[in-house]
């Protein structure tokens, strides 16, 4: 069975520009979860979707966005790139909203503002 | 909203010897701990987790508590070997499923 999965595996962009980060979940996840991991530091939550809705969203200026697609794939979009924005993006799924369920990470896409 | 501390955030063992990696949570609410590991140029891989009804699970050389009353859980590795460096993560979960992690453990294994 295919794990999470990611693509870019690599981004590069320049200060203004917008970046767009895709995510396939486990087959049969509903839930995706975006974070960000800048160098040296942990995991920031980002942002979370469940049944194509948005749940929950961390403290992230709204030039941070996404969506979840109705096979639940979901897509990161990050516009008017800032330098600070240099990270590993990584996305997580899990088998169902609620507490207590196991999530699954991809390998993160790495993304570079130039 | 939960806030996770994790101790210490560097530790060094010699191989063979036992690795105890310590975090608190916040939210009285959080039923579920897993714990992550991340190599470099990887993502975080569920290595254990940890419900609130269970005080203590162990898989092989790793092993995770909880006391709910203190609010703290810990990840205890055994027998370290050299291919347990990594940077161990820790997490608390909300009743929404939203996981609020620890800064992270760099944890070194010298031989």
């Known amino acids: 069975e295919a794990g999470v999965t990611q693509s870019p595996t690599h981004l590069i962009k320049t200060r203004g520009q917008q970046a767009t980060l895709r995510c396939s979940p486990i087959?049969?996840?509903?839930?995706v979860y975006w974070y960000q991991q800048a160098l040296g530091l942990g995991l920031q939550f980002l942002l979370w979707?469940?049944?194509?809705?948005?749940?929950n969203r961390g403290n992230f200026p709204p030039r941070f966005s996404g969506r979840q697609f109705p096979n639940y794939s979901s897509e990161l979009n990050v516009n008017a790139l800032e330098l600070e924005d240099s990270a590993l993006y990584l996305c997580?799924?899990?088998?169902?909203?609620?507490?207590?369920?196991?999530?699954?990470f991809g390998q993160g896409t790495r993304l570079t503002v130039v | 909203g939960e806030n996770v501390e994790q101790h210490p955030s560097t530790l060094s063992v010699q191989e063979g010897d036992s690795a105890v990696i310590k975090c608190t949570y916040s939210?009285?609410?959080?039923?579920?701990f897993p714990w992550y590991k991340q190599e470099l140029g990887k993502g975080p891989q569920l290595i254990i987790d940890?419900?609130?009804?269970?005080g203590e699970k162990k898989d092989q050389r790793i092993a995770v508590t909880l006391n709910k009353t203190a609010k703290h859980f810990s990840l205890h590795i055994t027998e370290t070997q050299p291919e347990d460096s990594a940077v161990y993560f820790c997490?608390?979960?909300?009743?929404?499923?939203?996981?609020?992690f620890g800064a992270g453990t760099q944890v070194v294994v010298t031989p």
């Open positions: 997580a799924s899990s088998a169902r909203q609620g507490g207590g369920t196991e999530a699954f």
């Open positions: 087959s049969g996840h509903t839930s």
């Open positions: 979707y469940d049944e194509g809705e948005e749940r």
């Open positions: 939210d009285s609410a959080s039923n579920y």
């Open positions: 940890i419900r609130s009804n269970v």
């Open positions: 997490a608390a979960s909300d009743s929404w499923g939203k996981l609020q």
